[in-house]
């Protein structure tokens, strides 16, 4: 039923009318994948009035901005303030939407594509899905729905998403259908080989000694997270400083922290400009982080989850470990 509202949204407010994308606040791949792929599609409908927006700095990592259709997406405030349509993607809470998640009020109709357990469905159509590996997943399905065919540029997007969400095809949400839909992507010529290479081997070399500085001070506390093990490490403003690298540049540094064999738990604290600290949790299995996360202010899956932590690091491990 769901699908069918989905359907008749689009269909009623996307030819004609003012639609408007939103994805989460420091999109990932999934989210600005998603969003794009998505509005491709719409165009294609022949839709004109669509949009894509997301908040804070119109800023994405270096490895996602090659995107097809990113350099049409509009900052938060030339997003249309009474949109026909609103239909955000990934996107786990209006809190994740800043400021747009004020058009919830304005829009006619608002359609919420995501996969995180959390989400409460806050959309007047709300398809939330927490088995599906990535919000690309619930983007494929309502293109094809409409009838949008696949071309290289939707399908590039698509797989980006897929291919981020589910850690190059690795995590537990992967899937017989999450191969058969990169089968399709790839059929409809997507080239993995050129996508890899762009989002996962595109660091800069100064992030690289960035990275190296940061993990230089990981700790290892074997007998925390149930005993399951946690290894943490934090990055400061001056380290990027030092490097002369962006904030986003940190976004992967979570995996070659969580590849420690001797910990269930991994966490990343990256101070931010107001003295704050973005923090990202993951899991292998023993521990659901998204728990974690919650208590904490935050959110995400079961395993991966981040929140905004307060205090000095070691205050901000401390209330982690009390919530392991
Ligand atoms: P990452 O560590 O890659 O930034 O985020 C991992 C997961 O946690 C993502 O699914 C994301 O949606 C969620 N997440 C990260 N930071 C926050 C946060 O501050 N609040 C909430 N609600 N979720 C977050
Ligand atoms: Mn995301
Ligand atoms: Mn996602």
């Given amino acids: 039923a769901a ?3 989905a359907v008749e949204a689009v269909r009623t407010h996307a030819p004609a009318g003012r639609v408007l994308l939103a994805c989460h606040v420091n999109p990932d791949g999934d989210a600005l994948g998603s969003m794009l792929a998505l ?7 022949g839709a004109t009035g669509v949009q894509a927006s997301f908040p804070g700095p119109l800023e994405v990592p270096g490895s996602l901005a090659w995107l097809p259709g990113l350099d049409a997406v509009v900052p938060e405030d030339e997003a249309w303030p009474d949109p026909d349509l609103l239909v955000t993607l990934d996107a786990a809470s209006p809190s994740r939407l800043g ?13 919420v594509l995501d996969h995180h357990a ?9 398809l939330v899905d927490p088995d599906a590996a990535a919000t690309s997943v619930l983007v494929e399905e309502l293109l094809a729905r409409l009838g ?4 290289p540029e939707i399908a590039e997007c698509l797989y980006v998403a897929l291919v ?3 850690g190059s095809f690795r995590f537990d949400l992967t ?3 999450v191969h058969e839909m990169a089968a399709r992507l790839l059929r409809a010529g997507v080239r993995p080989a050129d996508v890899s290479r762009r989002v996962f081997d595109s660091r800069p070399f100064g992030a690289v000694r960035l990275f190296a500085d940061v993990l230089s001070r990981a700790r290892l506390e074997p007998e925390a997270a149930g005993g399951g093990g946690l290894v943490w490490t934090y990055a400061l403003l001056a380290d990027l400083a030092a490097h002369g690298q962006r904030p986003h540049v940190l976004d992967a540094l979570i995996d070659p922290v969580r590849a420690t064999a001797e910990a269930d738990v991994a966490c990343v604290l990256k101070e931010a400009a107001d003295g704050s600290w973005n923090v990202s949790m993951r899991s292998k299995g023993g521990a659901d982080v998204s728990r974690v996360a919650g208590a904490l202010g935050g959110g995400g899956h079961r395993l991966a989850a981040g929140f905004t932590g307060h ?14």
């Fill in 3 to 5: 699908w069918s509202a």
């Fill in 39 to 45: 509005a491709a599609g719409l165009r294609r409908l």
């Fill in 99 to 111: 400021a747009l998640a004020g058009r919830f009020a304005t829009a006619r109709a608002s359609v």
């Fill in 118 to 126: 959390s989400n409460p469905g806050f959309g007047t159509v709300s």
């Fill in 148 to 151: 949008v065919p696949l071309d």
């Fill in 164 to 166: 981020t969400d589910t």
């Fill in 175 to 177: 899937t017989p259908a």
């Fill in 311 to 324: 205090g000095t690091a070691d205050e901000v491990m401390a209330a982690i470990r009390a919530q392991l």
